[in-house]
């Protein structure tokens, strides 16, 4: 055996494939190590700002990438009580809420598109999937909405948004392909569509589930044209319509906003009202994350 014959299988892994050469890791590594700092660079700039003194962030006219003492006067400020500390505890409400009804609708409403007994079932799915390419629009849904006296009520947040048509379709998709043995076991020894569906189906589609409700708690928590369109009163506005205030259209923060009598640098408050805003959903995906791939893959591949 030639010693080029030697190099070549040395240069090809098991599965037949050759070994990248160094030159294409190296350029690998380069465009990931450049992707990730974009990605994260302005995060890091978010954070540092918020909590870096307001005589650096006055002096360097803004943001700063790291601070030179840690400051947290920024989150005393917005969460001592007053406008932002309010619309935190609304968005918890709206979020908890929604997606508690909302995961409860849809996990019905799949279930029930899976039986072959239900009347209309086709008429139904094809209704489901016409609501994905077609939506009512945003005079006939504030009409309607106006119509049912939601207007300047938590109801006018979580209703009219209650039930996503792609999320029940993913649903009916995952309950499709359990086991029907079992559900027919459960048919023969009595249980009725409630018990099936709450002691059987849904404990066998916990990864589905923490997905879809993920899904519709980001949705709720992320949601401020809904509040924007539908209420008036200050007082009911989520921390997203805050944040679209005090960032977006730079609205200052005084001192009749907050509880705090001291009020640090407008940049630097308007950063932490930005990582208050992340940090909920950044914290809940951790204990969801060993359920989302399987959950997300869900219907994608049968075979």
């Not at 002096?59 to 790291?66: D, E, I, K, P, Q």
């Not at 950063?271 to 219907?299: D, E, N, W």
């Amino acid at each position: 055996m030639t010693n080029s014959t030697r190099n070549v299988r040395r240069s090809t892994l098991i599965n037949g494939q050759q070994r990248p050469s160094p030159v294409s890791s190296v350029v690998k590594l380069l465009v990931f190590a450049i992707a990730c700092t974009l990605v994260v660079l302005p995060f890091a700039a978010i954070i540092a700002t918020s909590l870096a003194p307001s005589a650096q962030v006055t002096a360097a006219g803004g943001m700063v990438l790291w601070p030179e003492r840690l400051d947290i006067s920024a989150y005393q400020a917005i969460l001592s009580g007053g406008v932002v500390t309010r619309a935190l505890g609304v968005s918890g409400i709206i979020t908890i809420l929604g997606a508690v009804l909302s995961l409860t609708v849809s996990s019905m409403l799949a279930y029930a598109l899976t039986r072959s007994a239900l009347p209309g079932r086709r008429a139904i799915t094809l209704l489901l999937i016409f609501s994905l390419f077609f939506n009512p629009g945003i005079i006939p849904m504030y009409l309607a909405v106006q119509q049912f006296g939601l207007l300047d009520s938590l109801a006018a947040l979580i209703v009219p948004t209650c039930l996503n048509a792609f999320n029940v379709i993913v649903l009916r998709a995952f309950f499709g392909n359990l086991p029907k043995d079992v559900l027919e076991a459960a048919e023969i020894d009595g249980a009725g569509e409630v018990t099936m569906l709450a002691r059987i189906v849904l404990p066998l589609s916990k990864a589905a589930l923490a997905v879809i409700g993920l899904f519709y708690a980001v949705g709720y928590w992320n949601s401020f044209f809904s509040a924007l369109l539908y209420i008036n009163d200050p007082k009911l506005w989520p921390l997203q319509l805050v944040l679209r205030s005090y960032v977006t259209n730079d609205n200052q923060i005084g001192t009749a906003d907050v509880a705090s009598g001291i009020l640090p640098a407008q940049v630097t408050m308007q950063m932490a009202i930005l990582v208050v805003s992340i940090v909920p959903i950044v914290c809940v995906y951790p204990f969801l994350q060993r359920h989302f791939a399987k959950g997300a893959l869900t219907g994608a591949v049968k075979g």
